[in-house]
């Protein structure tokens, strides 16, 4: 099922289609939120009220024009929501950009749909479409899912955490090459 596809179901309030999107999302969702330094419990919270933007705004027709997957679009809510929430429990997160602005998530929401990809995220995007399957894999699981190297290794059959590190910097090393960054 395609994305437009996967809009005009939400858009349609169809409960089916929200179910799969929160499962295949969730787990990636928890093991990305874990570096904001909340509960479990928290962070549970957040995803769930992040699913509820994500329908509210299919309902309300704003979904036609995004430019993102759904999944990212789900996790740009939830990540400004988790850093919200670490804000209040007086815990920090660090490296977050937008540290002491006040948050409007559905003005971020919105600001999702029309973003189009700069220059550089449409090299990155083609550089990493031309590596290999075990790269994308192993990329994805770490930057875009979340995984430790330890969890890496484990998922993926490896015999330890040192196979996977060296993997990961051949296919950064490669990806660099790709778009001709020179590190």
Same mark, same amino acid.
């Given at each position: 099922?395609?994305? +437009?596809?996967? %809009?005009?179901?939400?858009?349609s309030?169809?409960?089916?289609?929200l179910e799969? %999107?929160?499962l295949d999302?969730r787990? $990636?969702?928890?093991n990305?939120?874990?570096?904001f330094?909340? $509960?479990?419990?928290? %962070? /549970?919270?957040?995803y769930?009220d992040?699913?509820? /933007?994500?329908q *509210?705004? #299919?309902? *309300?027709g704003?979904? &036609?024009?995004?430019?993102?997957s759904?999944s990212?679009?789900l996790?740009?809510?939830?990540?400004?929501?988790l850093? &919200?929430?670490?804000?209040?429990?007086?815990?920090?997160? $660090?490296?977050?950009?937008?540290?002491?602005e006040?948050?409007?998530?559905?003005? %971020?929401?919105?600001?999702?749909i029309? *973003?189009e990809?700069?220059?550089? +995220?449409v090299?990155? +995007?083609?550089?990493?479409?031309s590596?290999?399957? @075990?790269?994308?894999?192993?990329?994805?699981?770490f930057?875009?899912?979340?995984?430790t190297?330890?969890?890496i #290794?484990k998922?993926?059959?490896?015999?330890?955490?040192? /196979?996977?590190?060296?993997?990961k $910097?051949?296919c950064i =090393?490669?990806? @660099?090459?790709?778009?001709n960054? =020179?590190s």
């Open positions: 099922m395609n994305k +437009q596809q996967l %809009i005009l179901l939400l858009k309030s169809d409960n089916k289609t799969k %999107i929160y999302n787990d $990636s969702f928890i990305f939120a874990r570096k330094n909340l $509960s479990d419990n928290d %962070i /549970v919270d957040v769930q992040a699913i509820i /933007v994500l *509210e705004k #299919a309902i *309300e704003k979904l &036609e024009n995004l430019k993102c759904i990212t679009y996790f740009g809510i939830g990540k400004y929501m850093f &919200e929430k670490a804000r209040k429990n007086n815990k920090t997160v $660090s490296n977050f950009p937008l540290e002491n006040a948050y409007n998530y559905k003005k %971020i929401a919105d600001d999702f029309d *973003e990809p700069n220059e550089f +995220q090299l990155l +995007q083609k550089g990493f479409t590596l290999g399957k @075990k790269c994308k894999e192993v990329l994805t699981l930057y875009y899912r979340g995984f190297i330890d969890e #290794a998922k993926l059959n490896y015999n330890n955490k040192n /196979v996977v590190k060296s993997h $910097s051949r =090393k490669k990806l @660099k090459e790709n778009i960054i =020179k």
